[in-house]
């Protein structure tokens, strides 16, 4: 859903699925992993899967969560990201530090990833929290951004799949030019590019 995420495109899920379940014995559950298959099951579970249990995982937004939570046959978890455990590995590592910076995006990962960051940041007002939003900026734009850090800021990637010019990234891409363009460390929330 990342590369693949207009109308046609999720016409075109649709379409396949009900295709196939409809000559299929129904399911005796349904796992969905990511925030865009949680509002699809949602949206179409009683067309495509009635009276079958949905168990969702890897959900960055907990509001999403806790509303497919209340929906009859819905269970799963939040993949909450480690904010608070790494602002404090930040404190330590990097004393001097002043200016926490996320990069996120518009994809609904990056969406959920924003609130979570934002939560944490409340908990700790003695740092400058920013936010550098991917899907606003195009590269040059975005390489200006990182380039102009101050040096006592850290970078938190969480998410950038994809720039206002359109163009998508895989988890790797995106840690290449975040890396490349900004002179001061940047930490990861999850094994993805780790080491990078």
């Known amino acids: ?28 559950a349904l ?3 990511d925030d865009a298959a949680l509002l699809f099951a949602m949206k179409y579970r009683q067309e495509l899967f009635p009276d ?8 960055n937004d907990p509001d999403l969560a806790q509303r497919a939570g209340r929906l009859s046959g819905f269970t799963g978890s939040v993949e909450y990201m480690s904010y608070q455990q790494n602002f404090d590995l930040i404190r330590q590592l990097f004393p001097r530090t002043r200016h926490i910076v996320a990069i996120s995006d518009n ?21 400058d929290y920013r936010l550098i939003n991917t899907s606003t900026l195009n590269q040059d734009m975005l390489s200006q951004i990182l380039q102009e850090l101050p040096s006592d ?13 359109g163009h998508s990234y895989t988890i790797n891409e995106g840690a290449r030019f975040v890396v490349e363009h900004a002179a001061v460390p940047v930490m990861r929330l999850s094994t993805g590019c780790m080491g990078t």
């Open 153 to 165: 800021s850290v970078i938190i990637y969480s998410s950038f799949y994809e720039d206002a010019e």
């Open 107 to 127: 994809t609904l990962t990056g969406q959920g990833d924003q609130r979570q960051f934002w939560q944490s940041a409340g908990q700790n007002p003695t740092m």
């Open 1 to 28: 859903t990342k590369r693949f995420d207009t109308a046609a495109d999720k016409q075109l899920v649709y379409n396949t699925l009900k295709n196939k379940l409809s000559r299929l014995r129904p399911y005796d």
């Open 31 to 33: 796992v969905v992993g």
């Open 52 to 59: 079958v249990p949905v168990v969702f995982l890897g959900i």
